[in-house]
T-cell receptor, first 112, second 115 residues
């Protein structure tokens, strides 16, 4: 049972344009949602999170939107830069359990 | 946020042998997590390790195959025992980031190839 899903395995975008990554979940008990970026041969790096009681959180070029009724969240990166080329993981957590559940990842390629 | 030193970064092992992966954290943390990322797959939690108690394993993972030690609040090891090629994966440790954003920190990972 995959509780967190990223249906797009890859995304290609031109430098300077917007990257939109999508994530769907099934467990209504999730309290927080997080996005991680992963380069090859490195561990995932935390990017941004959003509480289940909010619908938007912004940090610089990164904005996460949460639609609880649709059980859907998205990460917007604008403007996209070549250094953003990486695999992005959506994750969710039930606070009481303290463990992250990850989606399958989306590989982003930003073309110069 | 915490800084994690994980080693080895990679290894190639013969089937039937065991490998122990170490994670050292630069600060005291209550909970440490061990994940596996199989080729082309997402990260899957193996177990949660608390100091002073036995690790809690997720469904599909057992202590005999993945014994974990947590001797103090800054260190943990994961052993992959009696390895087979199906154990070829990236193994990662993680600790809580503190605060309310749950921005957990990950080690750089151990890329294991079993031949």
């Amino acid at each position: 049972d995959q509780q967190v899903k990223q249906n797009s395995p890859s995304l290609s975008v031109q430098e300077g344009r917007i990257s939109i990554l999508n994530c769907d979940y099934t467990n209504s008990m999730f309290d927080y949602f997080l996005w991680y970026k992963k380069y090859p041969a490195e561990g995932p790096t935390f990017l941004i999170s959003i509480s289940s009681i909010k619908d938007k959180n912004e940090d610089g070029r990164f904005t996460v939107f949460l639609n609880k009724s649709a059980k859907h969240l998205s990460l917007h990166i604008v403007p996209s830069q070549p250094g953003d080329s990486a695999v992005y993981f959506c994750a969710a957590i039930v606070a009481a359990g303290n463990k992250l559940t990850f989606g399958g990842g989306t590989r982003v390629l930003v073309k110069p | 946020s915490a800084v994690i030193s994980q080693k080895p970064s990679r290894d190639i092992c013969q089937r039937g042998t065991s490998l122990t992966i170490q994670c050292q954290v630069d600060s005291q943390v209550t909970m440490m997590f061990w994940y596996r990322q199989q080729p082309g797959q997402s990260l899957t939690l193996i177990a949660t390790a608390n100091q002073g108690s036995e690790a809690t394993y997720e469904s599909g993972f057992v202590i005999d195959k993945f014994p974990i030690s947590r001797p103090n609040l800054t260190f943990s090891t994961l052993t992959v025992s009696n390895m087979s090629p199906e154990d070829s994966s990236i193994y990662l440790c993680s600790v809580g980031g503190g605060g309310l954003n749950y921005g957990y920190t990950f080690g750089s990972g151990t890329r294991l190839t079993v031949v």
